[in-house]
């Protein structure tokens, strides 16, 4: 299989690094910022959500307003960082989380290594099922009668659909954004999930240079492998991102062992971001393809890791001055419906021109940015409450009286996950009934 235009405009939406992850278990961070870190969530979205208008908009040259222009279009080129971002970031929430069980559990799972996890493997799945599939298939309901209105992109095949069902669809090359350009990075998350309590038995064994030095070996050997063979496959594999995940596994074990006060954190928090933010101008004169698999392309990876960790370790300390950045109202409010704003938006950017509700042509950034925006978190939000919020709630669901209420103790009485089997066999009924 070569490297085709395809797989390099795949690669080059995405280069270093979801879902896409979600600060929402309460287990995560008891009586620390998870405010903070889930205000983290909405950068890394709306980041990428302005990289995509920036290129639906034909990928102009942006400078910034004022007496003093700048030319700020390589911010917006390197929008796909907000992707690495919720790497390192799930990787970091999950060993969080993991270590707050471990530490707590007096029934430890034990592996044949001997080795515990810190909660049932099943239990672990079932958390992250109702964390990413519901709103998942919220988007593929949406996209599939659009498509059988013949309004939106094509009706997808039978295999297409059920590997998109499984959240397996990277399994097969052609089929990885067939139906949404944002959906090739959901199997990277999930197929994380499935690994990691795995890689959480090795870092608690061998420690955080261990695990971080297998996955980068790991990570490195799909690189070089993908130069070797020319083979473009190799890099929609999650072995290729590896690395990012667990520099977040190891951030969060830091973290969990040594809370920095308020200087350390702040000073953590400003190398991180200034770190993070320097990258589009650093990079900017490497080539989007060539760059990635020379030298450079191997260390630039490493930078972005030790900016996102820096910041997360900064966010995780003590209070100080940059934490407010990110729990305000407003943060955390677009970072709760993060998830469904990653899922939405490039079908409602690509939508709006269909529908008349925006220029076929021409269209400017500005135009994309805000025709687009209040309609995704429109969306999003109603994805959240109606779909994200009670699917999560249902196995604590408590009798109330609102709507939201009686639809999660409905969903916890008949079972969240037997409520996602049915949908997904309702979903290839109509298939097949179209």
Not at 27 to 55: D, E, I, K
Not at 68 to 79: A, D, E, I, Q, Y
């Amino acid at each position: 299989m070569q490297v085709t235009a395809r797989s390099r405009l795949l690669l080059s939406l995405g280069r270093s690094r979801p879902k896409i992850s979600a600060v929402t278990d309460a287990a995560v961070s008891p009586g620390h910022h998870v405010n903070a870190l889930t205000g983290v969530r909405a950068f890394a979205a709306l980041w990428v959500f302005l990289f995509h208008s920036w290129l639906n908009s034909g990928a102009p040259t942006v400078q910034s307003p004022g007496t003093w222009s700048v030319n700020v279009t390589p911010l917006f080129k390197f929008g796909w960082l907000g992707l690495d971002i919720f790497f390192v970031l799930s990787g970091f929430l999950l060993t969080w989380q993991a270590w707050s069980f471990s530490n707590r559990s007096q029934q430890a799972v034990t592996t044949t290594s001997g080795r515990s996890f810190g909660e049932q493997y099943v239990d672990f799945l079932r958390r992250r099922i109702l964390r990413v599939y519901p709103a998942y298939y919220a988007c593929l309901t949406v996209l599939l009668v659009l498509a059988a209105m013949q309004v939106y992109l094509r009706m997808p095949g039978t295999a297409e659909l059920m590997l998109h069902l499984g959240m397996f669809h990277n399994l097969i090359e052609k089929y990885i954004a067939t139906m949404n350009g944002a959906f090739w990075t959901l199997p990277f998350e999930w197929q994380f999930y499935l690994g990691f309590p795995l890689m959480f038995i090795l870092l608690r064994r061998q420690g955080v240079g261990a695990l971080f030095a297998a996955a980068c070996a790991i990570a490195v050997t799909t690189k070089l492998l993908v130069v070797a063979t020319n083979n473009g496959y190799v890099q929609v594999l999650p072995f290729i991102r590896l690395d990012e995940f667990a520099a977040g596994m190891c951030a969060a074990t830091i973290a969990q062992r040594t809370r920095l006060g308020a200087a350390a954190a702040g000073g953590a928090f400003a190398l991180g971001i200034i770190g993070l933010f320097s990258i589009p101008w650093v990079f900017a004169s490497y080539p989007n393809i060539g760059g990635y698999f020379d030298l450079v392309g191997f260390l630039r990876p490493l930078w972005l890791e030790a900016a996102i960790c820096l910041l997360l370790l900064g966010l995780t300390g003590a209070r100080h001055w940059g934490v407010s950045l990110f729990d305000n109202r407003v943060a955390v409010g677009l970072g709760l419906v993060s998830y469904s704003i990653y899922l939405f938006h490039v079908p409602i950017i690509e939508l709006l021109p269909a529908l008349r509700l925006a220029p076929h042509e021409n269209r400017t950034l500005s135009q994309v940015v805000i025709g687009a925006f209040p309609v995704i978190v429109f969306v999003s939000a109603t994805s959240y409450w109606l779909v994200e919020r009670p699917f999560q709630s249902a196995g604590r669901a408590r009798a109330g009286e609102s709507v939201l209420d009686h639809l999660s103790s409905w969903l916890a009485r008949i079972g969240p996950v037997r409520v996602l089997v049915i949908w997904a066999l309702v979903l290839v009924l109509f298939h097949v009934g179209v």
